[in-house]
């Protein structure tokens, strides 16, 4: 279990296109336990920012965030070990895939404007929940975990978040070590995009993955 220096705020976004309305985002305020919800992405970026000058905050993408690179083409599309029988490549992950790429690079550039100082980490290592500090992570929230709605799924990622950040640590991921692996990590290809970073073995690395769990207290 990764501990941390302090609670942290959390934004979970169920990623599906804005045009069509399917997306939703929750943010908790982790010291005053206020919920907001919603589908515009415009409206949750300032909560972002806000958050970011006096906290800090993980924000979750329900989309895949990296792809396993391994030495076996015919094995090249096979699951990640341990994110189980809908793996990244199937066809609604696949989708959610490509529709985070300009989703995620707008808000980063949306971020880089409004608080320039943002430290973006793409996994735990580094993280201790400073001020200014951002940890990306993988959301999976799928089969009997799932709500009504993109937001019911945001916020249902968002809640077992919250869980940890009270006793200042971060969830555990579902990723498990697989041998002859690397991988490709499409948020830190985001992050070069915009100019928030010019760590390229940042390329190499994975994010970790956090599905809804039971809580072990």
């Not at 940890?135 to 709500?147: H, I, P, Y």
């Not at 970073?197 to 690395?205: A, G, T, V, Y």
Request: hydrophobic share 40%.
């Amino acid at each position: 279990m990764f501990k941390v220096n302090n609670p942290y705020d959390v934004c979970v976004i169920d990623i599906g296109s804005p045009k069509l309305g399917n997306i939703g985002w929750c943010f908790i305020e982790v010291k005053t336990n206020n919920i907001y919800v919603g589908k515009n992405l415009n409206k949750l970026i300032p909560l972002i920012g806000n958050c970011l000058k006096n906290q800090a905050l993980i924000l979750g993408l329900e989309a895949p965030l990296f792809v396993p690179l391994r030495g076996d083409l015919l094995l090249a599309t096979k699951a990640r070990k341990g994110e189980g029988s809908r793996p990244w490549s199937a066809g609604a992950g696949a989708q959610v895939l490509a529709m985070n790429l300009p989703i995620m690079t707008y808000l980063f550039q949306k971020l880089k404007i409004i608080y320039p100082a943002v430290k973006i980490f793409i996994n735990e290592v580094g993280f201790n929940a400073k001020t200014g500090q951002l940890m990306v992570f993988e959301a999976l929230v799928s089969g009997s975990d799932k709500g009504q709605s993109h937001i019911d799924d945001a916020k249902i990622m968002a809640g077992y978040c919250r869980s940890f950040s009270i006793r200042n640590e971060l969830p555990p991921s579902i990723l498990e070590e697989e041998k002859n692996t690397e991988f490709f990590n499409l948020t830190a290809a985001s992050l070069i995009r915009c100019g928030l970073s010019d760590q390229i073995k940042m390329l190499h690395q994975h994010s970790p993955i956090y599905k809804p769990l039971p809580i072990q207290l």
